[in-house]
Protein backbone atom coordinates (compact mmCIF):
# COMPACT_ATOMS: atom_id res chain seq x y z
CA UNK A 1 0.00 0.00 0.00
CA UNK A 2 1.62 3.69 -0.86
CA UNK A 3 2.20 5.76 1.93
CA UNK A 4 -0.45 8.48 2.91
CA UNK A 5 0.73 11.97 1.34
CA UNK A 6 0.63 14.81 3.67
CA UNK A 7 -2.14 17.02 4.19
CA UNK A 8 -1.62 20.72 2.80
CA UNK A 9 -3.14 23.00 5.20
CA UNK A 10 -4.97 26.17 4.23
CA UNK A 11 -3.59 29.41 5.45
CA UNK A 12 -4.06 33.15 6.07
CA UNK A 13 -1.66 35.32 5.65
CA UNK A 14 -1.14 39.46 5.75
CA UNK A 15 -0.35 40.73 2.26
CA UNK A 16 -0.23 44.52 1.20
CA UNK A 17 -0.01 45.73 -2.62
CA UNK A 18 3.12 47.38 -4.03
CA UNK A 19 2.20 50.80 -5.14
CA UNK A 20 4.48 50.64 -8.10
CA UNK A 21 3.43 46.77 -9.70
CA UNK A 22 0.43 46.63 -8.18
CA UNK A 23 0.84 42.75 -7.32
CA UNK A 24 0.46 41.90 -3.57
CA UNK A 25 3.21 41.35 -1.39
CA UNK A 26 3.40 39.35 1.53
CA UNK A 27 3.82 40.80 5.09
CA UNK A 28 4.14 38.61 7.92
CA UNK A 29 3.76 34.87 9.18
CA UNK A 30 1.06 32.59 7.59
CA UNK A 31 -1.71 31.50 10.17
CA UNK A 32 -2.55 28.22 9.31
CA UNK A 33 -6.30 27.16 10.18
CA UNK A 34 -7.08 23.79 12.23
CA UNK A 35 -9.04 22.45 9.92
CA UNK A 36 -9.18 22.43 5.71
CA UNK A 37 -12.13 23.76 4.47
CA UNK A 38 -14.91 21.39 2.85
CA UNK A 39 -15.34 24.30 0.18
CA UNK A 40 -14.87 27.81 -1.40
CA UNK A 41 -17.27 30.19 -2.94
CA UNK A 42 -15.91 32.39 -5.58
CA UNK A 43 -18.14 34.35 -7.23
CA UNK A 44 -17.13 37.05 -10.44
CA UNK A 45 -19.61 40.53 -10.76
CA UNK A 46 -19.44 43.12 -12.64
CA UNK A 47 -20.57 46.95 -12.69
CA UNK A 48 -22.64 47.71 -15.48
CA UNK A 49 -25.99 50.16 -15.99
CA UNK A 50 -28.18 50.31 -18.63
CA UNK A 51 -30.72 47.92 -19.74
CA UNK A 52 -29.87 45.48 -23.14
CA UNK A 53 -33.60 45.88 -24.29
CA UNK A 54 -34.55 46.55 -27.25
CA UNK A 55 -34.90 50.86 -27.98
CA UNK A 56 -33.11 51.09 -24.66
CA UNK A 57 -29.80 52.53 -24.13
CA UNK A 58 -26.88 49.79 -24.63
CA UNK A 59 -25.00 47.97 -21.68
CA UNK A 60 -22.32 49.61 -20.45
CA UNK A 61 -19.62 49.31 -18.10
CA UNK A 62 -19.08 51.47 -15.36
CA UNK A 63 -17.17 50.53 -12.74
CA UNK A 64 -14.75 47.69 -11.97
CA UNK A 65 -16.10 44.27 -11.53
CA UNK A 66 -15.21 42.11 -8.45
CA UNK A 67 -14.10 38.28 -7.29
CA UNK A 68 -15.58 37.58 -4.03
CA UNK A 69 -14.56 34.44 -1.77
CA UNK A 70 -16.53 32.95 1.00
CA UNK A 71 -14.76 29.81 3.11
CA UNK A 72 -16.02 28.86 6.47
CA UNK A 73 -13.21 27.51 8.74
CA UNK A 74 -13.60 25.66 11.74
CA UNK A 75 -11.73 25.96 15.14
CA UNK A 76 -11.61 23.52 17.57
CA UNK A 77 -9.71 24.22 21.64
CA UNK A 78 -10.62 20.35 22.33
CA UNK A 79 -8.28 19.15 19.58
CA UNK A 80 -4.54 20.23 19.69
CA UNK A 81 -3.70 23.55 17.50
CA UNK A 82 -1.20 22.57 14.62
CA UNK A 83 2.04 23.82 17.18
CA UNK A 84 0.60 20.79 19.32
CA UNK A 85 -0.28 23.14 22.18
CA UNK A 86 -3.77 22.93 23.56
CA UNK A 87 -5.80 26.37 23.35
CA UNK A 88 -8.74 27.22 26.56
CA UNK A 89 -11.15 29.90 24.47
CA UNK A 90 -11.46 29.51 20.91
CA UNK A 91 -11.75 33.31 20.55
CA UNK A 92 -7.83 33.43 20.96
CA UNK A 93 -7.75 32.04 17.50
CA UNK A 94 -10.76 33.53 15.78
CA UNK A 95 -9.57 37.33 16.71
CA UNK A 96 -6.34 35.84 14.62
CA UNK A 97 -9.02 36.33 11.87
CA UNK A 98 -10.73 39.11 13.27
CA UNK A 99 -7.49 41.18 12.98
CA UNK A 100 -7.86 41.70 9.41
CA UNK A 101 -11.06 43.50 9.94
CA UNK A 102 -9.76 46.46 11.67
CA UNK A 103 -8.40 49.45 9.10
CA UNK A 104 -4.82 49.87 9.35
CA UNK A 105 -3.11 53.33 9.30
CA UNK A 106 -1.03 53.84 5.70
CA UNK A 107 2.51 54.34 5.72
CA UNK A 108 3.32 57.78 5.32
CA UNK A 109 0.16 59.10 5.43
CA UNK A 110 -1.31 60.64 8.91
CA UNK A 111 -5.11 59.76 9.66
CA UNK A 112 -5.60 57.67 6.38
CA UNK A 113 -6.60 54.02 7.18
CA UNK A 114 -6.69 51.39 4.87
CA UNK A 115 -8.31 48.13 5.08
CA UNK A 116 -5.67 44.90 5.91
CA UNK A 117 -4.95 42.79 2.89
CA UNK A 118 -4.76 39.18 3.27
CA UNK A 119 -4.16 36.12 1.12
CA UNK A 120 -6.36 32.96 1.58
CA UNK A 121 -4.13 30.06 0.66
CA UNK A 122 -4.55 26.68 0.05
CA UNK A 123 -2.08 24.16 -2.09
CA UNK A 124 -2.73 25.97 -5.58
CA UNK A 125 -5.09 27.99 -4.86
CA UNK A 126 -4.73 31.47 -3.76
CA UNK A 127 -7.01 34.69 -3.44
CA UNK A 128 -5.64 38.09 -2.29
CA UNK A 129 -8.60 40.58 -1.03
CA UNK A 130 -10.26 42.47 1.92
CA UNK A 131 -12.00 41.23 4.31
CA UNK A 132 -15.78 42.01 3.81
CA UNK A 133 -17.13 40.42 6.78
CA UNK A 134 -16.61 37.97 9.29
CA UNK A 135 -19.73 35.34 11.03
CA UNK A 136 -18.24 33.67 14.10
CA UNK A 137 -20.63 30.98 15.10
CA UNK A 138 -19.96 29.70 18.66
CA UNK A 139 -21.21 26.33 19.51
CA UNK A 140 -20.15 24.25 22.11
CA UNK A 141 -18.89 25.25 25.64
CA UNK A 142 -17.02 24.47 28.63
CA UNK A 143 -18.61 23.24 31.68
CA UNK A 144 -17.99 26.76 33.02
CA UNK A 145 -19.40 28.59 29.51
CA UNK A 146 -16.07 29.22 28.04
CA UNK A 147 -16.37 28.61 24.21
CA UNK A 148 -14.63 25.62 22.49
CA UNK A 149 -16.03 25.41 19.00
CA UNK A 150 -16.27 28.27 16.78
CA UNK A 151 -17.01 28.22 12.83
CA UNK A 152 -16.06 31.37 11.13
CA UNK A 153 -17.11 32.37 7.47
CA UNK A 154 -15.68 35.21 6.18
CA UNK A 155 -16.18 36.53 3.09
CA UNK A 156 -12.61 38.22 1.12
CA UNK A 157 -13.36 40.30 -2.35
CA UNK A 158 -11.00 41.68 -4.55
CA UNK A 159 -10.60 43.99 -7.42
CA UNK A 160 -12.07 41.52 -10.98
CA UNK A 161 -10.21 43.83 -13.67
CA UNK A 162 -7.36 45.93 -12.88
CA UNK A 163 -6.01 48.93 -14.98
CA UNK A 164 -8.43 47.95 -18.32
CA UNK A 165 -10.95 50.27 -19.83
CA UNK A 166 -14.12 48.75 -20.74
CA UNK A 167 -16.43 50.69 -23.72
CA UNK A 168 -19.69 50.19 -24.26
CA UNK A 169 -21.48 46.82 -24.59
CA UNK A 170 -24.34 46.17 -27.18
CA UNK A 171 -25.76 42.76 -27.49
CA UNK A 172 -26.01 44.15 -31.20
CA UNK A 173 -23.17 45.26 -31.43
CA UNK A 174 -21.19 42.75 -33.78
CA UNK A 175 -17.75 43.68 -31.39
CA UNK A 176 -18.55 42.52 -28.24
CA UNK A 177 -16.04 43.49 -25.62
CA UNK A 178 -13.21 45.82 -26.60
CA UNK A 179 -10.56 46.06 -24.41
Given at each position: MPAALPITKAYLQPVRWNQESGLPETTG??????????????????????????????IQFVGKGTTKLTVELLFDVTVPLPDGSAGEDVRDLTQRVAK?????EEGGEEGQYVP????????????DGVVDSMDETLDFFSNTGKPLRATVS???SKKLWENRTLRSWSPTAPSAIVW
Open positions: EKFYVQFNPTSLKVAYANQKAGQGQPGSAPYLEPQPGIRFGWDTFQFLQV
